[in-house]
C-alpha cells in the first residue's frame, strides 16, 4: 500500500476547505505519484426519495475542484467516490467497514478526516468512526489539524 494515496471522507462542514487544503499538501509531499480518493458516504437517515445523489456529486465536484486548484502545477490524481448507496449504514463501525474496504480496494493506506465530519447517521461522527478506522492496523487514521472560521457579528449599539 501507498503512503501518497489518501481517502478523504467528505461531508459538507465549516472545515472542509481547509481539509481538502490539507490533504493535497499531506499527498504531494510524497516521492511518488501522489492521489487523493475523496468518499461521500450515503447516509440511512434519508428517504429513499432524497438519495441526495445529486447534493452528494455537487459536493464531490467542489472538492475535486478545490484539490486540482490546491496542487497548482504539482502532479496529483484526483477522485471521487459514491460509498453506501446500496447499504445499510447505520453505525460508526459500518461506516469504517466501508471506508476501509473503499481504502483496500484501492490500494489506500492513508485516511484524513476532517474534523467536523458527519455524513448524517445520528450522531457526531468522527471521534467513533476515528476509533473504528484505528482498529484496522492496515490503515493510517489522521484528523486534518484545522479549525472552523469564527464570524463574529459587529457590536451594534443603540446610536446605529
Known amino acids: ?3 501518497s494515496r489518501l481517502l ?4 459538507a462542514s465549516g472545515t472542509l476547505r481547509q481539509t481538502v487544503e490539507y ?3 499531506a499527498a504531494v509531499e510524497a516521492e511518488t505519484a501522489p492521489a487523493i480518493r475523496f468518499a ?3 447516509s440511512t437517515t434519508r428517504s429513499p426519495e432524497d438519495s441526495g445523489d445529486e447534493e452528494a456529486e455537487d459536493l464531490l465536484d467542489r472538492v475535486a475542484v478545490w484539490a486540482r486548484e490546491d496542487a497548482g502545477e504539482r502532479d496529483l490524481t484526483v477522485e471521487t ?3 453506501g448507496a446500496e447499504q445499510y449504514v447505520f453505525s460508526p463501525a459500518d461506516a469504517a467497514g466501508l471506508l476501509v474496504e473503499e481504502a483496500r480496494s484501492h490500494d489506500i493506506q492513508r485516511v484524513v478526516l ?14 467513533p468512526l476515528e476509533g473504528e478506522l484505528r ?3 492496515s490503515i493510517s487514521v489522521e484528523t486534518a489539524p484545522v479549525t472552523a472560521k469564527t464570524r463574529r457579528a459587529p ?3 443603540r446610536t446605529s
Do not use: K, N
Not at 8 to 11: A, E, K, L, R
Not at 114 to 127: N, Q, S, T
Open 1 to 3: 500500500m501507498s503512503d
Open 8 to 11: 478523504v471522507p467528505v461531508s
Open 23 to 25: 490533504a493535497v499538501q
Open 40 to 42: 461521500y458516504l450515503h
Open 81 to 83: 467516490a459514491h460509498l
Open 114 to 127: 476532517d474534523p467536523e465530519y458527519d455524513p448524517g447517521i445520528g450522531a457526531p461522527l468522527v471521534r
Open 135 to 137: 482498529a484496522f492496523e
Open 155 to 157: 457590536l451594534l449599539d
